[in-house]
Nanobody
């Protein structure tokens, strides 16, 4: 059983945009820190962005330097979906993007969605 499902990846030209989605398939992740990570061929998985749970429905966004100003992480609380809006995409953004939900004692990953930025 896969608890987190990502969608929205695809092929886009440099400068283009994509929006990734992450949803729980069988349970809610309310109260979890939610994040996006990526892994390019031959490289380690790296952090992209996260929403730090600050209590109730308050989450604080954080970004890696490489994506700050281009990517936006957000959460739809009503539908329990986390988004990653990616603008001004660059070839170096090409990777498999993974959604992560974490809180003490529980670390959940999705299976990933491929993002390819190429002309």
């Amino acid at each position: 059983q896969v608890d987190l499902v990502e969608s929205g990846g695809g092929l886009v030209q440099p400068g283009g945009s994509l929006r990734l989605s992450c949803a729980g398939s069988a349970r809610t992740f309310s109260g979890y820190n939610m994040g996006w990570f990526r892994q390019a061929p031959g490289r380690d998985r790296e952090y992209v962005a996260r929403l730090l749970w600050a209590g109730g429905i308050k989450y604080l966004p954080r970004y890696a330097d490489s994506v700050r100003g281009r990517f936006t992480i957000s959460r739809d609380h009503a539908n329990d979906v986390v988004y990653l809006q990616m603008n001004n995409l660059k070839p170096e953004d090409t990777a498999i993007y993974y959604c992560n939900a974490y809180r003490s004692g529980d670390d959940v990953w999705g299976q990933g969605t491929q993002v390819t930025v190429s002309s």
